[in-house]
């Protein structure tokens, strides 16, 4: 079964980096770290699904990344046969967040088998998603891909619940009633009545 963190609960100590092995022109280290994202907002759907990031998930995603670096630096050695400070582990260690004109994103790849669904739990197409939605992700890191010069872990999305946005009639009366407003309004005959009472000071 499948263990899922959150941005409340989280755990990084079983996040366990093999020694690489080869596949096709670079190598990959096999791991399985699985999140719930809080509501986040689509920015752009191609052939990959960015979102803008909150802080609770970039607090989280900022664990993540030091914990690989920690374990790159760790197992430097075995490795690379060369051992790596923190520091040296972290310059070859592309983070899971891109700042695009400093907002911060998370650019993820989009399974073959994702589901997507709605408020209630149908399952929708990928085309029905577009930018500027909000959803809730399930995201997964599958391993680390190394290559000559760098390492970056490879996130993917394998499902999506769209938060539907709230639709407000214009045409209903939408004011709040305020208890402390005492205004009525008086018809012509009451309103003759008020006049009259008025002194005019001459």
């Known amino acids: 079964m499948m263990k899922i963190n959150t941005v409340n609960k989280y755990n990084l100590d079983d996040i366990e980096l093999k020694k690489p092995t080869k596949l096709d022109e670079?190598?990959?280290s096999n791991i399985d770290?699985?999140?719930?994202?809080?509501?986040?907002?689509?920015?752009?759907?191609?052939?990959?699904?960015?979102?803008?990031?909150?802080?609770?998930?970039?607090?989280?995603?900022?664990s993540f990344d030091e914990k690989i670096i920690q374990l790159l630096s760790e197992n430097s050695e075995?490795?690379?046969?060369?051992?790596?400070?923190?520091?040296e582990a972290e310059e070859i260690y592309k983070?899971?967040?891109k700042y695009?004109?400093?907002?911060p994103k998370m650019n993820l790849n989009i399974n073959k088998k994702i589901n997507i669904y709605n408020k209630q739990k149908e399952i929708l197409e990928l085309n029905d998603l577009?930018?500027?939605?909000?959803?809730?992700?399930?995201?997964?890191?599958?391993?680390i891909i190394f290559y000559k010069s760098h390492c970056e872990p490879y996130w993917e999305v394998v499902q999506i619940k769209i938060k539907e946005?709230?639709?407000?009639?214009?045409n209903n009366y939408l004011f709040i009633e305020d208890p402390k407003?005492?205004?009525?309004?008086?018809?012509d005959e009451n309103i003759n009545q008020e006049i009259k009472k008025i002194k005019i000071k001459n």
């Not at 990031?53 to 900022?62: A, G, K, P």
């Not at 695009?100 to 907002?103: A, E, G, L, S, V």
């Open 26 to 28: 670079f190598y990959v």
């Open 78 to 87: 075995d490795f690379f046969e060369e051992k790596f400070t923190i520091d």
């Open 100 to 103: 695009i004109k400093d907002n």
């Open 33 to 62: 770290f699985s999140i719930q994202t809080p509501k986040l907002s689509i920015c752009k759907i191609s052939k990959k699904i960015c979102l803008s990031l909150d802080t609770s998930i970039i607090n989280l995603l900022n």
């Open 95 to 97: 983070s899971s967040i």
């Open 181 to 187: 407003d005492t205004y009525e309004e008086l018809d």
């Open 165 to 170: 946005k709230e639709i407000i009639n214009i």
């Open 130 to 143: 577009s930018s500027d939605d909000e959803v809730i992700c399930l995201i997964k890191c599958k391993k």
